[in-house]
């Protein structure tokens, strides 16, 4: 089965700590996406990643980091700089062919909480 | 700037009712523009996109949406709706020289009661 496969779907974690979101994908998609998403505002994008080996920051990117060193991951690390990390976390790919008209396929996300 | 409106952030229907989940952009060049739905705890999967052609799409589960570019909206409707239909809702918008990267509006719940 191809798919976006997010892990764990449940996370916690103590005030200070930095942790690491996992995103694989077996769609052969070049680009990858982390959205973080908050009770009434949608879904806001932290970082993307056109490429292997690059990934550009999004309007929300200030205390996450992330790599891309393999095509098919794209790790998020929520460092202890975020203020406010409590959220659930989507990750998503799409084709990125150039055509601009492809479509981003999500995972089924990680709710982060933040004790 | 590009932005997305989800006009209401709730909407109560009954079962069979009709529904119409509004959306308006506002961006100065064109756009794709798309309608996703999110089931409690879980990710986002594709109702329907608009990248061209006929200004009205079909979707899955029986959603159509019109985009109507002189008022910059992209509407989803669905003529009868379902207990199943019950889920969150998200429009979003992808500028035509901007990559991938996607817009979104706040969302809109929708509550189908029996």
């Known amino acids: 089965d191809g798919g976006i496969t997010q892990s764990p779907k449940y996370l916690f974690r103590k005030e200070g700590q930095n942790v690491t979101l996992s995103c694989e994908q077996n769609l052969n998609h070049d680009a990858m996406y982390w959205y973080r998403q908050d009770p009434g505002q949608g879904l806001r994008l932290i970082y993307y990643s056109q490429i292997v080996n690059d990934f550009q920051k999004g309007d929300i990117a200030e205390g996450y980091s992330v790599s891309r060193e393999k095509k098919e991951s794209f790790p998020l690390t929520v460092t202890s700089a975020q203020k406010n990390p409590t959220a659930f976390y989507l990750c998503a790919s799409s084709i990125d062919d150039g055509l601009r008209t492809d479509t981003q396929y999500f995972g089924p996300g990680t709710r982060l909480t933040v004790l | 700037a590009q932005s997305v409106t989800q006009l209401d952030s709730q909407v109560p229907v009954f079962e069979e009712a009709p529904v119409e989940l509004r959306c308006n952009y506002s961006?100065?060049?064109?756009?794709?523009l798309f309608w996703y739905v999110q089931y409690p705890n879980q990710g986002l999967q594709l109702l329907l996109k608009y990248l061209s052609g006929s200004t009205l799409v079909k979707g899955i589960n029986g959603f159509e949406a019109e985009f109507n570019k002189s008022q910059t909206s992209f509407h989803l409707r669905k003529p009868s709706v379902h207990i199943s239909d019950t889920a969150e809702y998200f429009c979003?918008?992808?500028?035509?020289?901007?990559?991938?990267?996607?817009?979104f509006g706040q969302g809109t719940e929708l509550s189908v009661k029996p």
């Open positions: 961006s100065s060049v064109s756009v794709y």
């Open positions: 979003a918008v992808r500028r035509y020289n901007q990559g991938g990267k996607l817009i």
